[in-house]
């Protein structure tokens, strides 16, 4: 099993949709978790934090669930600039040092 | 823009030859980490870097090295080209280790032929 996986989608939604992403991870130890989005041959930008009690950015909420060991993202009413490849990354401790890891990402395509 | 930069932007290499990446970090920021990406995949964690020293590593072998100096910028070193190292090489900043925000830079598209 994988330390953390993603279902790649692509997920096709029309603007206005809510849709979201789950990421599961295997290591119960880990510290801390976050959502970034790259675009198409751009760099990960970071999205969001997630916080065991959950947060929520506008359109973007995020939760944390520690005892399934998933985290997932959900977005309201899409737009079409919301089209992109969301990865999740997970941060544990190994040796002393945070190691963070990456899932494959989930691709969205928010169509008119 | 997130303040990181990397170059170069693209690179031919061909198997067996050593490669050398940059990348400078946001000032002030103390930790980079380096990330291989594939194409498809998501970014690899290769190692990071804190106050110019290796403090994390993630299952990248020994040709893969590394260096930070004091003015915010870095190195990732391949020696000994593969085809398989052909990628999207990323750093990224941030002011403390493990639970801080990372800055990504652009990234260098390296194609080892």
């Known amino acids: 099993r994988k330390e953390v996986e993603q279902d790649p989608g692509p997920f096709n939604v029309p603007e206005g949709a809510t849709v979201a992403f789950n990421c599961t991870y295997s290591?119960?130890?880990?510290?801390?978790f976050f959502w970034y989005r790259q675009d198409c041959r751009k760099e990960p930008k970071l999205l969001m934090s997630v916080y065991s009690s959950g947060n929520e950015d506008g359109r973007f909420t995020a939760q944390l669930n520690r005892a399934s060991q998933y985290i997932s993202l959900l977005i309201r009413d899409s737009k079409l600039s919301d089209s992109a490849t969301y990865l999740c990354v997970v941060n544990s401790v190994s040796g002393g040092s945070y190691i963070p890891t990456f899932g494959r990402g989930t691709s969205l395509i928010v169509h008119p | 823009e997130t303040g990181v930069t990397q170059s170069p932007t693209h690179l031919i290499k061909t198997r067996g030859q050593q490669v050398t990446l940059r990348c400078s970090s946001q000032?002030?920021?103390?930790?980079v980490s380096w990330y291989q990406q594939a194409l498809g995949q998501g970014p690899q964690f290769i190692f990071q870097y804190y106050r110019e020293e290796e403090n994390g590593r993630g299952n990248f072998p020994p040709r893969f090295s590394g260096l930070q100096f004091p003015n915010y910028s870095s190195e990732l070193n391949v020696n000994a080209l593969e085809l398989d190292d052909s990628a999207l090489y990323l750093c990224?900043?941030?002011?403390?280790?493990?639970?801080?925000?990372?800055?990504f830079g652009p990234g260098t598209r390296l194609t080892v032929l």
């Open positions: 290591n119960s130890a880990s510290q801390s």
């Open positions: 000032s002030g920021h103390n930790t």
């Open positions: 990224a900043s941030s002011l403390v280790e493990g639970t801080d925000t990372q800055y």
